[in-house]
């Protein structure tokens, strides 16, 4: 017999039935990462890679369950948040936070999926801005996010270290401004730290459809990181790597904007 005691982690996120995206890329690159994924599941929708085509709410009840039935039994190391739909469900997962005591906290503020559809509407996004980012220890907004986030049109270098700046005042501690909209043949991810320390991580953009659950992915693999004992700096740093290694060798699944290759840097992961 061979036992091995291996991180625990979790994802509070919305199901995807076509497995690219939420809390299915999660749970890949969780597993993949060599950590042990546990869910709470925040609601369901019915989606694949070319569209949403209904969503589903968990109630609240339910939601409370699952956590508490996760904290009767299970180590969490580390926990991530995604779609999490209206402010119902922002604040029922804000408090379950606070009374399991949940940290490192990252916070991914999921509102509307690639195809479109929106994950998140207006009174969720106030909840998560008000409520969610204040107890966050990394908040990871992609460039429209930031903007709502922010207030206002990020357009240069400099708004998007202003974006982050603002962010972080709001409470979140450690503010990743993911560059993957930005136009051009590279892109760069811009990071702010809790120490005040920032730097950017520049990379080259892929130029592919199959990018389906980019940031879920990001934000799950930095879980795992995280839960492995990694810094902040690092899990950060070897989470965008995890990303850009698996944007490499892409896998032909669905006819829309395809999943990742989860499997695709497992020479790599230790
Ligand atoms: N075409 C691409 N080439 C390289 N990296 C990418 C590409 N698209 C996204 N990424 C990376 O994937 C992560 C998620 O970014 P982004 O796509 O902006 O988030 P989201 O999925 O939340 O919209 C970031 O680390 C970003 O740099
Ligand atoms: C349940 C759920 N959560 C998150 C996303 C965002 O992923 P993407 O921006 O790649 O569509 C999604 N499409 N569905």
């Given at each position: ?75 969490i190391k580390a926990a991530k948040t995604g779609a999490l739909f209206d ?132 934000s799950s693999a930095i879980v795992a990181n995280l839960a492995k004992g ?27 904007h395809g999943p990742l290759n989860h499997w695709g840097a497992e020479d790599?992961?230790?």
């Open positions: 017999m061979n036992s091995k005691k291996v991180p625990e982690t979790l994802t509070i996120a919305g199901s995807d039935s076509g497995g690219g995206a939420g809390m299915q890329a999660d749970i890949k690159t969780m597993q993949e990462h060599h950590v042990f994924a546990t869910n709470v599941v925040v609601g369901l929708t019915a989606q694949n890679t070319l569209s949403v085509q209904s969503v589903l709410p968990t109630p609240v009840d339910m939601i409370n369950a699952q956590f508490d039935s996760l904290y009767d039994d299970f180590d402010q119902e469900r922002v604040e029922a997962v804000v408090s379950n936070i606070k009374k399991h005591n949940i940290h490192p906290i990252v916070v991914d503020p999921v509102m509307v999926a690639k195809g479109g559809a929106r994950l998140l509407d207006d009174s969720g996004i106030d909840a998560i801005i008000n409520k969610l980012m204040p107890i966050a220890d990394i908040v990871t907004p992609n460039l429209p996010e930031a903007e709502v986030i922010y207030g206002k049109k990020i357009e240069t270098n400099d708004d998007v270290i202003a974006a982050a700046a603002h962010i972080q005042q709001l409470g979140a501690k450690n503010v990743i401004i993911k560059g993957g909209h930005q136009q051009g043949d590279t892109l760069s991810d811009y990071v702010l730290l809790e120490s005040g320390v920032s730097f950017t991580i520049e990379s080259k953009k892929y130029d592919t459809v199959r990018k389906h659950g980019t940031g879920d992915t990001l990694l810094s902040i700096k690092d899990a950060i740093i070897e989470g965008k790597r995890y990303i850009d290694t698996i944007l490499q060798s892409e896998i032909i699944v669905g006819h829309g790599e992961i230790g």
